[in-house]
């Protein structure tokens, strides 16, 4: 028995009960491809930025004229189907110019009726983009289709009305997110400042930004007098859970990724480093890819292979977190590692320890360290904010289309 089509979406604003078009896109649209418009600017189709200025682009190419007059001319409103068609690649063009005769580019038979912006979000939709994969048997992944093909893709719209009231909401929600991935950026902007500027450049003791009542040069100390070793080793309980350390990321819940419980025999009794909240972890062998950092999370269970340590009397653990993850740091450290084999280097706990270091006051740490941890949260809030954003869009775009 053959599936019944659904007529209509799951979420809809109010007063709007009437079924959805199901219509093929050649009933809609039509193909575009006039050529000879040699001197209007070159675009390009991009995944990431649409449709932009060829010249805007990091990309050397060299034209000529026989070349350009077989350009297809694209005006604001074009809809262009991209060479990466099954990975969301129909773009909207706002611009005037020409593209490659590669691309194939389309528009509505009749715009009455139509609401642009309704369309785009509709072609960026997965069920879309895999319904183009139905017509184009034997074509490989990455390969844009043509305008027949894409002619035979069913689509399903509303009404004018209702496509106007679902794109008005979908560009209002994207507004929104433009403006915290924004404000993302700037806050990371913002962190690789004041990190340039609240620490010492190479062979300086003194950062230009300081603290009030602070002018005192840094100090060189030993790492032994800021951290000591955490050895205790216990099977995981459910005080100190088993977690894995990712790079980047520090203590964290085992993904299926970290999870390697299935290799480890006698699981039970096996003992694992423990580590407690704000203690400093690192592993030899990914310095550089970041497996080096903070406990931001609490009471877990680590690999052995992790080298612990807790911070003494005289070091404050947030500025210890930034302080030691710098790459100055880094650099001193990899002098010490051992090894001749990529994933068999090791850095000696003793040898760590007697690293010497510039670091400032017990209260100058304290003030830096918390200033950045405020910080780090601040940013964290924002992307928090803008995943459920961003989860709320791909919800309405699941809810209300076909």
């Known amino acids: 028995m053959a599936k019944e089509e659904k007529k209509a979406p799951k979420l809809r604003f109010n007063g709007y009960t009437n079924d959805w078009e199901h219509v093929k896109s050649k009933y809609l649209f039509e193909n575009i491809s006039l050529k000879g418009f040699q001197d209007l600017p070159v675009l390009s189709v991009t995944q990431d930025k649409g449709v932009v200025y060829r010249d805007n682009l990091d990309i050397d190419i060299k034209y000529d004229l026989s070349t350009l007059k077989n350009y297809k001319l694209v005006q604001p409103g074009d809809f262009i189907i991209s060479l990466r068609s099954f990975q969301g690649g129909f773009e909207t063009s706002y611009l005037t110019g020409i593209t490659s005769p590669a691309y194939t ?118 790492v032994s007098e800021l951290l000591e070793e955490r050895t205790e080793k216990a099977p995981e309980n459910k005080i100190y859970p088993l977690m894995a350390f990712i790079a980047n990321k520090g203590v964290a819940p085992k993904g299926d990724r970290y999870d390697r419980a299935a290799l480890v025999k006698d699981a039970k009794n096996k003992k694992y480093k423990r580590t407690k909240l704000g203690d400093f972890i690192y592993s030899s062998n990914n310095l550089e ?105 791909k919800f309405l775009l699941q809810n209300m289309f076909i």
């Open 105 to 222: 580019i389309f528009n509505f038979i009749d715009n009455q009726d139509k609401d642009h912006a309704f369309w785009q979000y509709l072609f960026k939709r997965i069920d879309f983009i895999n319904s183009l994969k139905r017509v184009t048997f034997g074509i490989r992944d990455g390969k844009a289709i043509s305008f027949s093909q894409f002619g035979d893709v069913k689509v399903k719209y509303p009404s004018f009305d209702e496509q106007k009231h679902i794109a008005t909401a979908l560009t209002k929600l994207d507004n929104t997110i433009q403006l915290h991935e924004r404000k993302c950026e700037e806050l990371a902007l913002i962190k690789k400042a004041l990190l340039q500027k609240l620490f010492p450049k190479k062979d300086e003791f003194k950062p230009e930004v300081r603290y009030k009542n602070f002018s005192d040069a840094w100090e060189q100390r030993k």
């Open 289 to 393: 890819t970041g497996s080096i950092g903070l406990n931001n999370y609490g009471n877990a269970s680590i690999s052995p292979v992790y080298s612990i340590f807790k911070p003494t009397g005289i070091a404050n653990s947030d500025f210890i977190g930034r302080r030691f993850v710098r790459k100055d740091f880094i650099n001193l450290m990899i002098r010490w590692r051992q090894g001749v084999v990529y994933g068999q280097w090791r850095i000696h706990e003793k040898d760590f320890l007697r690293i010497d270091v510039s670091v400032p006051s017990l209260k100058e740490q304290q003030k830096i360290g918390n200033f950045l941890s405020d910080l780090d949260s601040l940013i964290t809030l924002h992307q928090r904010k803008l995943e459920k954003l961003k989860q709320l869009k």
